[in-house]
């Protein structure tokens, strides 16, 4: 693991959460309330070309034939 562990008011309850946070491969960040069970992360995913072409349309960008090549 690379991020690093921290701990920081929980918003629902107000006890201390333990922490989480990373950049890789995007900025990452995560928490658990020991005491009132609330948790928080960062989701990441993959897209189809169907989704991408629908989200670049409500941006006024033309449709992609394929994904770029990802790393
Ligand atoms: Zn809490």
Same mark, same amino acid.
């Given at each position: 693991?690379?991020?690093?562990?921290? #701990?920081?008011? !929980?918003?629902? %309850? &107000?006890?201390?959460?333990? =922490?989480?946070?990373?950049?890789?491969?995007?900025?990452? +960040? #995560?928490?658990? !309330?020991?005491? %009132? &069970?609330?948790?928080?992360? =960062?989701?990441?995913?993959?897209?189809?070309?169907?989704? +991408?072409?629908?989200?670049?349309?409500?941006?006024?960008?033309?449709?992609?034939?394929?994904?770029?090549?990802?790393?």
């Amino acid at each position: 693991m690379s991020g690093s562990s921290g #701990s920081s008011p !929980c918003p629902k %309850c &107000g006890a201390e959460m333990q =922490t989480y946070m990373d950049w890789k491969p995007a900025d990452y +960040v #995560s928490g658990d !309330c020991f005491e %009132c &069970g609330f948790y928080y992360y =960062t989701a990441d995913g993959q897209r189809t070309l169907v989704e +991408v072409n629908e989200l670049r349309a409500e941006n006024d960008l033309e449709p992609i034939e394929e994904l770029r090549k990802q790393w």
